[in-house]
C-alpha cells in the first residue's frame, strides 16, 4: 500500500495547473456544448421544463469521464513503460502489484472528481438532484466500478503495447460502442431491438440507470419504463471491475517480468 | 555464512527467444572493489546487469548480490543495491529534490533522512543551484549526475551504473570518475559498470572483464592486461609485402605479439626504443617501404584487439 500511495503522489505533485484546468473543465464542456446542444436537437417535443434533459444527460456524461480518466491513466502507464520510468520502480524493493494500485488509484480519483464536478454544474444548470446520502454513495460507488473497469482494460491495453499510435486506436475503437450502444442519451425503449440487446450488456448503461436511480431522479420519467433495476446495476458494475482488474492484472503481470 | 564476495554469478545465461544474450557468465566481485564490463554494442553488458538488479529473470546458472540469490530473495537483493541505467531514466516533469525526495519514499525512509541525504548528495554531484528546476530543463550531464545521486539515496552496498559516462563532454567524464573513485573510498561500495570505453575502464577499475557475444573473454586487472602485451607497442604502417614481414617478425624472440590489419602491423614487444632499429632493418630487408612507425605503451585496446580480432569502436 505504502509504495503505491508513494507513486501516486507523484502523479498529483506533477499536475500541473493546465492539467487540473483540463479535467475541471472537461465536464463542464460536456454539459453545455454536448448536453446543451442535444437537448436543442432532440429535446423539442419534451416537456415544458427543460431541465429533465439535464438531468438524463448527466449520468452519461459522467460515465464518459469516467472513460476519458481511463484512457489518460492508461497512457501515462504507456509511456512510463517506453521511457523506462518503470524500471526505477522495478530494482525497487515495493511489490509488483502496488505499481498497478497506483495506476487504478490514479484513474479512480480523477473520475470521482470529474464526477463530483459535474454534479455541481447540473444543479446549477437546473437539475433536481436527490439529496439522499445514500444515494450519493452508492452512485459514487457504481462510478467508481466503472472506473475501475474501464482503466483495467486501458492498463492491459496500455500493458500489451508499446505503442502510443496502437493503444489510441484500440481504446478509441472499444470507446464508440460503449457511449452509443448504451442507455446514456437515449431510453431503451427507443432504441431497435439489436440496439437494445447491445445496450444491455453494455456496462456503460449500469451506471448510467443507477445513476439515474439513486442521484439524477427527475431524469428518470425521460428514460421510459425500462430503466435496469439497482441491483442489476450494482451486480454488473461490480462483475465488470473485477473483470478490468483481472485483466489490467495478468497483462501487467507480463509486462514486467 | 559470511559473504565473501559481493557479486557472485555461475554459468549465468539469458536466452530472449533465439537470441543468446549472455552465454555463460561467471563474475566474482570482491567488497570495495570497481569492476568495469568493457565491451562492444550487444555484447551482453546491459543483461548481465538486469539480472543482477532482478529486472530480467536468468535462463541457466545463478547469481547472487551480497550473498543473496537474486531468484530466491530478489527483494532482499533489491534492498541493498542502487542503479543507474543505460537509458536516463528521470521523470522530467519532478525538480531534482523531489526526484530524490520520491526515490527515498519508495524505500521508505524517513523524512530526516530524504532532506539529509539528498542534500548531501546534491551538494556532491554539484546541483545544488539547479535543484529547484525542473529535470526537463537540465542538460545530459547534470542528468547523469542526478541519476547517480538518485541511485546513491539510499546508502546501497553495492551500486550498478550501466554505461555512466556516455555521451558526456570530458569534463563531465571526469567529474563522474572523480564521484566513482571517491565513493569506493569512503564508502566501501562494491561499483559494477560497463563501458565502450577503454580509458575509462583503465583510468576507474580495479578488475576489468572483456565481453564479447555473451561471454567474459578474460578478465584482470587493467594493468596485468596490458602487461601480457608486452612492455611496448610499435605500430607500423607499411607499403609491400607487409605478410611477409609479419612472418619474419614474429621469428624474433623480442616479439611478443603480431598482430597485422589492413596495411599496419602492430607488434608487441619487450623494450621498444632498442627494437626499434631492428624492425626497420627488417623492413627493408623485405622490401617493404615503411610510411609511419610509432611507439607506444600498449593500452587495453591492444588487449582488446588482440582476444576479439576486433577494433573496438572507442571514440
Ligand atoms: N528484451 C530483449 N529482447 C530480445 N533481445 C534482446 C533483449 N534485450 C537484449 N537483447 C539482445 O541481447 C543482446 C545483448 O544485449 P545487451 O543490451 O545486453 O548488450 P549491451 O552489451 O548492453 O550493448 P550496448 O553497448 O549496445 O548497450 C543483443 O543481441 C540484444 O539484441
Ligand atoms: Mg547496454
Request: proline share 8%; aromatic share 4%; glycine share 6%.
Given at each position: 500500500m505504502h509504495a503505491a500511495i508513494t507513486i501516486w503522489n507523484k502523479q498529483l505533485l506533477k499536475l500541473s495547473p493546465e492539467e487540473t484546468f483540463g479535467l475541471l473543465l472537461q465536464p463542464i464542456l460536456w454539459v453545455v456544448l454536448f448536453g446543451v446542444g442535444m437537448k436543442g436537437l432532440i429535446g423539442?417535443?419534451?416537456?415544458?421544463?427543460?431541465?429533465f434533459y439535464i438531468s438524463f444527460m448527466a449520468p452519461g456524461i459522467i460515465a464518459f469521464s469516467a472513460l476519458g480518466g481511463a484512457i489518460a491513466g492508461g497512457s501515462i502507464w504507456l509511456d512510463e513503460r517506453r521511457r523506462g520510468i518503470v524500471n526505477e520502480y522495478l530494482v525497487?524493493?515495493?511489490?509488483?502489484?502496488s505499481i498497478l494500485r497506483r495506476n487504478a488509484r490514479t484513474i479512480v480519483t480523477t473520475t470521482l472528481f470529474q464526477a463530483r464536478v459535474l454534479i455541481i454544474v447540473a444543479l446549477r444548470k437546473g437539475s433536481a438532484i436527490a439529496v439522499d446520502p445514500i444515494g450519493w454513495i452508492g452512485g459514487m460507488l457504481l462510478v467508481g466500478g466503472f472506473g475501475l473497469g474501464f482503466a483495467g482494460i486501458a492498463l492491459a491495453v496500455a500493458s500489451k503495447t508499446t505503442e502510443p499510435g496502437a493503444y489510441h486506436a484500440l481504446i478509441f475503437l472499444l470507446n464508440l460502442p460503449l457511449l452509443f450502444l448504451s442507455t446514456a442519451l437515449y431510453?431503451?425503449?427507443?432504441?431497435?431491438r439489436w440496439m437494445q440487446i447491445g445496450a444491455q450488456i453494455n456496462p456503460t448503461s449500469y451506471v448510467v440507470d443507477g445513476l439515474r436511480r439513486l442521484?439524477?431522479?427527475?431524469?428518470l420519467s425521460m428514460a421510459g419504463d425500462d430503466v435496469l433495476p439497482l441491483w442489476s446495476c450494482f451486480l454488473a458494475i461490480g462483475l465488470f471491475a473485477s473483470l478490468g482488474m483481472g485483466l489490467a492484472y495478468s497483462a501487467f503481470r507480463s509486462a514486467v517480468e | 555464512m559470511t559473504v565473501t564476495n559481493s557479486i557472485e554469478v555461475r554459468g549465468l545465461v539469458k536466452r530472449y527467444g533465439d537470441v543468446?544474450?549472455?552465454?555463460?557468465v561467471d563474475l566474482s566481485i570482491a567488497p570495495n572493489t570497481i569492476y568495469a564490463l568493457l565491451g562492444p554494442n550487444g555484447a551482453g553488458k546491459t543483461t548481465t546487469i538486469s539480472v543482477l538488479t532482478t529486472l530480467t529473470r536468468l535462463s541457466a546458472g545463478s547469481a547472487s548480490v551480497m550473498g543473496l540469490d537474486v531468484s530466491v530473495q530478489p527483494n532482499a537483493v533489491r534492498q541493498c543495491i542502487g542503479v543507474t541505467f543505460?537509458?536516463?531514466?528521470?521523470?522530467?516533469?519532478?525538480n531534482a529534490w523531489q526526484t530524490l525526495d520520491f526515490h527515498g519514499r519508495l524505500y521508505r525512509q524517513d523524512r530526516a533522512t530524504r532532506k539529509r541525504k539528498s542534500q548531501e548528495l546534491l551538494k556532491m554531484v554539484e546541483l545544488e543551484e539547479a535543484a529547484?528546476?525542473?529535470?526537463?530543463?537540465?542538460s545530459g550531464g547534470m542528468k547523469r549526475r542526478l541519476e547517480l545521486a538518485r541511485g546513491l539515496m539510499t546508502d546501497p552496498d553495492v551500486l550498478f551504473l550501466?554505461?555512466?559516462?556516455?555521451?558526456?563532454?570530458p569534463q563531465n567524464r571526469a567529474n563522474i570518475w572523480e564521484y566513482i573513485r571517491d565513493l569506493k573510498q569512503r564508502n566501501g561500495l562494491t561499483l559494477l559498470l560497463t563501458t565502450h570505453y577503454m580509458d575509462e575502464a583503465e583510468e576507474l577499475a580495479d578488475r576489468v572483464g572483456i565481453i564479447d557475444h555473451g561471454k567474459i573473454i578474460v578478465e584482470g586487472s587493467p594493468r596485468e592486461l596490458v602487461s601480457q602485451m608486452g612492455a611496448d607497442s610499435i605500430t607500423l604502417v607499411a607499403s609491400g609485402d607487409t605478410v611477409r614481414l609479419a612472418e619474419r617478425l614474429k621469428t624474433?624472440?623480442?616479439?611478443?605479439t603480431v598482430t597485422i590489419g589492413d596495411q599496419v602491423i602492430q607488434i608487441g614487444v619487450d623494450s621498444g626504443n632498442r627494437r626499434l632499429p631492428e624492425i626497420i632493418g627488417l623492413a627493408q630487408e623485405v622490401g617493404c617501404h615503411i610510411e609511419d612507425i610509432s611507439l607506444a605503451k600498449p593500452s587495453l585496446s591492444d588487449v582488446f584487439l588482440k582476444y576479439t580480432g576486433r577494433q573496438l569502436r572507442d571514440k
Open positions: 423539442q417535443g419534451l416537456p415544458s421544463d427543460d431541465n525497487a524493493p515495493i511489490s509488483r502489484l431510453p431503451l425503449e427507443a432504441l431497435p442521484v439524477f431522479e427527475d431524469g | 543468446t544474450a549472455v552465454d555463460g543505460q537509458e536516463t531514466v528521470l521523470d522530467d516533469a519532478l529547484e528546476r525542473r529535470v526537463r530543463t537540465y550501466d554505461e555512466p559516462t556516455t555521451g558526456l563532454d624474433l624472440t623480442v616479439v611478443e
